[in-house]
């Protein structure tokens, strides 16, 4: 665990932590957090299904921890991903897209100033490439939406057509639900 955190640094420890604690224990304890890390975009090779479907359960639980808290990720982006263990275990190592939820709806998100904008095309739910004014307010699921494009950066449909996976994304970007089975 201290080479992963030595790796991301001190800022927010106690949420890396926690996603690893939290991805250590889906995993029944198997030593996970040990072994080399890259970051996603480094990876010689695309992701494989296996992979591709630990990546997606490691950054669902480590999503909904962030919602129990208060807050979520405006979008996901594969430079943001730390790999470790070849794959045993995948994380949000880039905390800079983190933004509160609503007190008064828990169900929104606030944005109240961007880290990064405009914000990149290929990895955002379409209504956060229409804001016109801050604050900015908008469902949540916004980010299952950029979860499910980070997922088909990997793979395509039809490579994943009739797996769980498939229905995964599918949920992700046609429903805006975050339902990993």
């Not at 008064?104 to 109240?112: G, H, N, S």
Request: aromatic share 10%; with cysteine; net charge negative.
């Amino acid at each position: 665990m201290e080479q992963i955190l030595n790796i991301i640094g001190d800022e927010d420890r106690e949420i890396y932590e926690a996603f690893i604690e939290i991805v250590e224990a889906s995993a029944g304890g198997t030593g996970a957090s040990s072994g080399t890390c890259q970051w996603l975009p480094s990876l010689p090779q695309r992701l494989d299904y296996d992979q591709l479907e630990t990546m997606a359960y490691h950054l669902t639980l480590q999503l909904h921890f962030l919602e129990e808290q208060g807050m979520t990720l405006l979008f996901w982006r594969p430079q943001d991903i730390l790999v470790v263990g070849d794959g045993k275990m995948y994380l949000l190592a880039n905390l800079s897209q983190l933004v509160p939820l609503s007190e008064k709806e828990p169900d929104k998100l606030v944005l109240k100033y961007p880290a990064i904008y405009p914000f990149p095309a290929e990895c955002c739910a379409p209504e956060l490439l229409t804001l016109t004014e801050l604050p900015f307010i908008t469902h949540k699921n916004a980010s299952y939406y950029s979860l499910g494009l980070l997922c088909l950066h990997h793979l395509s449909l039809e490579e994943l057509q009739g797996t769980k996976l498939f229905y995964f994304i599918e949920r992700c970007l046609k429903e805006r639900v975050l339902c990993y089975l």
